[in-house]
């Protein structure tokens, strides 16, 4: 049965949407989070984002992506925390894009992203936010995003550790 904009309002338009139920509407959702990403309600426009984000389809960076061009800061802010919810290849351009964004809740939310995607295109970019950033706090978290990019990347480059057989 096909999704209807009507059933995604109807439980996304709530103070406190259940973004894992919302979730399981799947990819027939996109389309119409798409249109409620261009829409004028920011607060609608910003859960829409953050749920594209959570639905495994090709097409929710796009709506990523139109969100993080919204002239509402809420919006751009749910557009880069959905992005730690993205593959590292969908990811990147956004991340890097928004690690430049003039409000600090968005760029915030970007480098939380970057630490957990932990691609190493993106430390110049972090380390820039560390030693430059105007916002000290921001500043902080970047450092602390470096460490945990690191990490990220020693756990995919570290060799799966055998597990010793069981004796009989």
Partial sequence: MPVTLQQVLSQLDTDEPNYPALAALGPEAVPH??????GEDAGLASKAAYLASLIQSDDSIEVLTTAAGSPHDTVRVAAAAGLRNLGSAQALPLTE??????DAGVRKQALRAAGRLGLGTLEAKVKAVASGDADTALRQLATQELKQMADVRADRESPPTAKPKKKK
């Fill in 33 to 38: 989070l798409a249109s409620l990403v261009r």
């Fill in 97 to 102: 894009r928004l690690l430049d964004d003039a």
